[in-house]
């Protein structure tokens, strides 16, 4: 590991969980308000749950284990380390930034902690990853038939979201909201991320290869 790689990983871990951690904090601190739809409070576990059904809470969580994984080459997040795994985080991060840029943050107005903590998980710590992934990675291993690969986490929370979802009537995006879209628009929209995921990760496969011709280049 470079010199520059382990402090530039602690300052993103840190900026990962300030981000996290003020969100946390505000939405725990709702439990025993009544829910979006009408419901009777969640209480400390459900609230928890309710915490982790976010794609960037996770994503972010994602990240911060990616750098973790580096920094302590622990085996049981050895696929974090992998080629496949960290182009797929960047994908999904990539989403999570340019969905927040054009379909969340024009339509609400966050204040205070809440636009601190949005700040951190949809811009700093995403634009601090793909700079990592970029400049301190190693280039050249990925290939176009390992796309699909890196859309397997994205495709897992679109289907344990959805089941929750199921179960008890929230979602945490209208984009994948039955109740209000129907589930010819959940498909549609589905259908948008995914495209979008895979064509970011495409765009990552050409971009790993002119980065390995660059490393690889002579002085």
Known sequence: MSALRRPYALVAILAGLIGLGINFQLIMGGMWAPTETGGPPRGPVGTFVYFWSF???????????????????????????????????????TLVMVFYHFMLAPNYHFEGGLLVSNILMHYVSPFLYLVWWAALS??????????????????????????????????????????????GGVAIGAAILIVLV??????????????????????
């Open 55 to 93: 794609f960037t809470h996770l994503t972010n969580l994602w990240l911060i284990l990616c750098y973790v994984s580096e920094l302590t080459g622990w085996r049981w997040l050895s696929w974090l380390r992998h080629p496949v795994g960290r182009a797929s985080m960047a994908g999904s991060i």
């Open 138 to 183: 190693s280039h050249g291993t990925l290939r176009p038939r390992q796309v699909p690969l890196m859309l397997l986490p994205g495709l897992g929370y679109l289907a344990y979201a959805l089941v929750r979802g199921a179960i008890t009537g929230e979602y945490p995006y209208d984009i994948i909201n039955v109740t209000k879209v129907g589930y």
């Open 198 to 219: 895979a064509i970011f990760c495409a765009l990552l496969v050409g971009l790993d290869r002119l980065l390995a011709r660059n490393q690889t280049a002579p002085a």
